[in-house]
C-alpha cells in the first residue's frame, strides 16, 4: 500500500535548526503521529506521558466537536527515518514582477515535503491538540479540515534524544500562559466571561466600581472600587455553577468545565445576564454598608471596623453562603445575618478566624475562607458537611457559635 504524502511546504532557518511548515489533514496528522515522544528511553516515563496527554485532551475533544469557529496554531514535530524529501519551486511568474534576488529567495522558501510513510513522526508541541485530533477522528470519521505542522529534523540517537528534548523544554518555559484576566476581556466561549463583560459595561451599579486589575486582590488602598474584574468573574461563576469551596459540599449550577468553554444561545445568556442584575441589586440593597457605598462612591479599607465584604474573601463568604442558604430555603435569614453589618475585622469571631495573633496579619487562605462558611452556615441552622481536615482546623479555634 502506497502510504507516500506530499505536502505544500515552507522551508525555514533560526538558530542550528531547519525547519519544514506544512498542511495535514486531520486524517493524515492523525495516521502518521505518535503521541509519546522518541526521546526518552524509559518506557515507563513514555507511559506517564501518554496517561497526562490524554487525561488532558478532553476539554480540547470538546471544543473541536462543539465550536464551528475552531482553529488551532502550529503543532510543533520531529520526524526521523523514512525518506522525507524537499522539492523546490521553480518561481516563474507574470502576475507578480519580481527580481531575480526574490524568485531565489522564494525558490528556496516554497517547496513540496514528500512524506513515504515510513517516517517515525511525534509531537514536540501540541501533543494535547494531536491526541484530541485523533480522538476527534475515530469518533467522526475523515473530516475536510488541516492543521499547521511545523517538522524538525529529530535524530534519533543519544544526542538527537538530548536536543531534541532542550527545544522540548524551551518551547514550554518560555510559552506564556494566558492570564485569567485576558480570558475574561477576550473569551467568546466563556459565559463567566461574557456575563462578567455585560456587567461591567451595562449594569449601573458596575459603571467605574470594577478594578481592571490581573489578580483578585484588592489594594487596601483602593477607596473607590468595590471590586475586581476576576473576583466579578470569581462570583459569576459561584452564582450560577456548581464550582464549590470543599468537595464534601456539592452546590447546584451548570457543570462549571461546560460552563466556562461552550457558549450558551444569546436568550439564555440575556436570561442570565437579567437575572444576575437584579440578584446583585437586591443584595446590594439589603447590607446597610454595601447600600451606603454604593450611594456615595467611597469605601475605607485600612479601617478593621470596614465589612470583610469589600474584601476579595468576604466577597467569596458572601455569595457562597447565600448560594447556599437559599438552597435551604433560607435565603431571608441569610440576608439579616449580612444586613446587622458587624462582618469585619474588629468583631471578636472574625479577627480570631482572619487576623494571624503572632504577627498580627490579615490571613486570607482557603481553610480560613471554608471555615468562615461553615460557620455563618451553622449560625443561621444550616451544617455542612465537613471533611476530616476540615473539622480539625475548626476544632482548633474552639469558636463560640453564639458570639457570631
Known sequence: MNNSIKLPSLRGRMGDWFYYVSLLKFKELAKRTSLVPEIHKNEELSRWIQREVSNRSEGIMQYLENQPQRFFNAIICGIYGGAPSWQELDIESNAVELSEEEKIYLGKTFGILTLNGDEKIFAIDGQHRTNAIKQFIDKNGDVEEEVTVIFLAHKNDREGEVRTRRLFSTLNRY??????????????DDNGAILTRWLMEDFDYFNDRIQFTKTRSMNQGNKSHFSNIVLLYDLVNIILTDKTFSKNVKLKGYDFKTFTSKRQDEPTLNEQFENLKEYFELIFNSIPSVKNYFENGIVNRKSNDTSLLFR??????????????????????????????????????WKQVFIDQEKGTLKTDKPRQTLAIQLICKKI????????????????FNIDINLI
Request: charged share 25%; hydrophobic share 45%; proline share 3%.
Open 175 to 188: 510559552a506564556v500562559p494566558v492570564k485569567i484576566s485576558e480570558i475574561i476581556a477576550l473569551d467568546e
Open 312 to 349: 476579595p474573601i468576604g466577597q467569596m463568604i458572601l455569595f457562597y453562603t447565600l448560594k447556599i442558604a437559599k438552597a435551604n430555603n433560607k435565603e431571608d435569614e441569610m440576608i439579616r445575618f449580612y444586613g446587622k453589618d458587624d462582618f469585619n475585622l474588629s468583631h471578636i469571631v
Open 381 to 396: 441552622g444550616i451544617n455542612l458537611s465537613m471533611t476530616n481536615s476540615e473539622k480539625s482546623f475548626m476544632e482548633n
